[in-house]
């Protein structure tokens, strides 16, 4: 009964009519209403429509020490408590919320405006983003080393240094406006279905970076012969200026849908021609024939290698990347553990599918693997092939025991004036 009378001291609660007061029935909670007015509160059909609460209900006084009132026929709703300092006081704390979100967004737009190195060993271009320099006719972008990206010497692997190679190369298409709807074709090059493909790649690496080290890659093309174009790259170390890596590779062009070499049409020779650089390649070609290789000429032969789902590019082939990877899956690994590859060089004779099954064949030159503490460079011949036998990649590499010096001179850039 206390607890009715309290409950009933904060509640208003509807009495029953005087017809069903002395009546007791099974249920705890008695007759259901026979209807709900508009303001959502329940009452009988009978009912005047007004809330009453029995003038002889016992309720305390004084809750917690607080007077509280009852509600009657005259006075329904309860006096609203004493106005004091702390309950007249406005709710800042949505409007504090908003004034810090303004203010977090509005330093953050400006560190991103205003940005400058804080250290000079830090990327001049931080967000990797490139530029254009010298008169328009080089691209030059920044990369950081990531930890995934080096290998067990703890320097970056070859696969690194040439996907650098064809992020820069990318990016150059695109920042020059010359980037249509293929990978790294033109808009006039998209029109008529034809795409870049590469023919040959010379890579010399002098020093390997490392976790952490920023490189910077300058990249560049010309024309090679009446249907070719060259590329060429230099690696800097973007700290010390030290270079790194020179590559050069020979491209043509493909028909798309026809898979067939084609000629470069005038209309993209003159999206073109305005970025071409008079200079002589950064690598000097390496003439020598490769030899073929078959099973009795070849000392290591890895079968069975098949593209992923990832080693795919756009244009459904497998990425030029991923050839040096299935190369050295069949190169020995005592030269791979007692040297560092100093050179490489690939031909490339056809495009491989996603459900193509590859081998890979290597055969070291000179004195073999049992006499390399005695021969310094070595250097290996390598043959990726089709199960049927049709080649899809021929190579060469230049092995140099690990910590060697620099293998020599490099070239430099294209000069400014031309």
Request: charged letters at 25%; one cysteine or more; proline letters at 6%.
């Amino acid at each position: 009964m206390v607890a009715t009378a309290a409950t009933s001291a904060f509640f208003a609660v509807a009495s029953p009519p005087p017809e069903s007061a002395g009546k007791s029935s099974g249920n705890l909670g008695g007759s259901l209403p026979t209807s709900v007015d508009a303001r959502g509160i329940k009452s009988n059909s009978t009912s005047s429509g007004k809330l009453r609460v029995k003038a002889s209900a016992q309720a305390p006084s004084k809750v917690n020490g607080t007077k509280v009132g009852i509600k009657t026929d005259n006075d329904l709703i309860s006096s609203p408590p004493p106005r004091t300092f702390i309950n007249t006081l406005p709710d800042w704390s949505m409007f504090l919320a908003a004034i810090t979100t303004v203010f977090l967004a509005a330093e953050k737009q400006w560190m991103m405006i205003d940005w400058k190195p804080k250290r000079p060993d830090m990327l001049s271009d931080p967000f990797g983003l490139g530029r254009i320099v010298q008169d328009g006719l080089v691209f030059s972008q920044n990369f950081s080393i990531r930890s995934y990206e080096i290998g067990a010497d703890r320097t970056a692997s070859i696969e690194t240094l040439m996907n650098h190679l064809q992020e820069t190369a990318l990016n150059h298409v695109k920042s020059a406006g010359l980037l249509g709807e293929g990978f790294g074709s033109t808009p006039e090059m998209s029109k008529k279905n034809l795409i870049w493909v590469v023919s040959k790649m010379q890579v010399l690496v002098d020093r390997y970076p490392t976790w952490g080290d920023v490189v910077q890659v300058d990249t560049w093309v010309a024309a090679s012969g009446k249907n070719g174009m060259r590329r060429d790259w230099l690696v800097r170390d973007s700290k010390t200026g030290d270079i790194l890596t020179r590559a050069s590779s020979l491209w043509v062009m493909m028909n798309k849908e026809t898979r067939r070499l084609a000629k470069i049409p005038d209309e993209v020779r003159t999206e073109i021609g305005g970025y071409f650089v008079d200079s002589p390649p950064i690598v000097e070609e390496d003439g020598r024939k490769l030899p073929k290789l078959d099973d009795n000429t070849a000392d290591y032969i890895r079968t069975g290698l098949s593209p992923r789902w990832s080693d795919l590019d756009v244009n459904q082939h497998v990425n030029n990347v991923k050839y040096i990877g299935w190369i050295l899956e069949s190169a020995p690994l005592p030269i791979l553990e007692s040297h560092e590859l100093a050179s490489l060089t690939l031909e490339y004779r056809r495009e491989c599918r996603r459900d193509s099954v590859v081998q890979s064949l290597t055969s070291v030159l000179g004195n073999g693997v049992g006499d390399m503490s005695n021969s310094g460079f070595v250097e290996c011949q390598h043959l990726l092939r089709f199960e049927g036998g049709a080649e899809i990649v021929k190579g060469r590499t230049e092995w140099r025991p690990k910590y060697a010096n620099s293998i020599g001179s490099v070239g430099q850039l294209p000069a400014e004036s031309t």
